[in-house]
């Protein structure tokens, strides 16, 4: 397989997610992505349909896909901010259309954190808990069900971005970002925004929830997240290494 680069674009680029004010994305001729590049008369002849929120959306795994995988043709279909539910109900729709196109298809699934949809509510009965991420844990598991259903006759490798993954031995992307300067929190926490929590604590089905207790323990994870080696403040993925190794390991 010809690469647009006979490097890895980690070892051409200057990127790093604790770079102020943005990241540096020069060769060391100053140029940017695409500037010299090995053109490829590869045709693409197997489909890598990819999903998730803004961790998939990213630049960096574009241009390491487009680097590294020129043998596939990429349909990203992630969006910033895109919630699981939305996530599964996009695989039901396009599954089929690719299933008639013929070409082999690789499907990869990352999900973000539980709650950024209302519909992910549905998946699992708050009362048998009493802790908000015991409960989005169990949601999680059962979102991978149904996705793992959707996809059980094609290839597929379905995991997290930065959320823990407790439903199959796939690591996640945070997993190639390095060590964190902080100390793992205790609890694994699926949802890091403290305004979900203060959602759920007015409502009469989430009254039985230490909602205090979840919030510190959503601070803490944060904290760890953030800490990463390839994490910026933002909780984003700001350099090349993390997709190129996450991707070497699917595909």
Request: hydrophobic share 35%; charged share 25%.
């Amino acid at each position: 397989m010809t690469k647009l680069y006979n490097k890895k674009l980690s070892e051409i680029f200057t990127t790093h997610s604790k770079t102020p004010l943005g990241v540096f994305l020069k060769d060391k001729h100053k140029q940017s992505f695409g500037w010299q590049y090995n053109k490829t008369e590869k045709l693409s002849s197997k489909i890598f349909y990819a999903i998730g929120c803004s961790w998939i959306q990213s630049r960096f795994l574009h241009r390491v896909f487009l680097n590294s995988h020129s043998d596939y043709l990429m349909i990203n279909r992630a969006v910033g901010g895109q919630g699981n539910s939305m996530i599964i109900d996009t695989v039901k729709r396009d599954i089929d259309f690719l299933n008639d196109l013929g070409k082999e298809t690789m499907f990869l699934v990352s999900f973000s954190e539980v709650g950024r949809n209302q519909k992910d509510f549905s998946y699992a009965n708050p009362s048998r808990f009493s802790n908000a991420h015991d409960y989005f844990s169990e949601i999680l598991k059962a979102q991978y069900s149904e996705i793992a259903g959707v996809l059980k006759n094609v290839n597929s490798h379905i995991t997290t971005s930065w959320v823990p993954n407790n439903f199959n031995d796939n690591k996640t992307i945070l997993d190639f970002c390095g060590d964190s300067i902080h100390e793992r929190p205790k609890r694994d926490v699926y949802h890091y925004n403290s305004g979900l929590h203060y959602y759920m604590s007015g409502r009469r089905l989430f009254d039985h929830f230490d909602h205090l207790s979840a919030i510190e323990e959503t601070a803490a994870a944060v904290k760890w997240v953030i800490g990463h080696e390839h994490v910026d403040e933002t909780m984003h993925v700001q350099s090349y290494e993390p997709y190129e190794s996450f991707l070497d390991g699917i595909l």
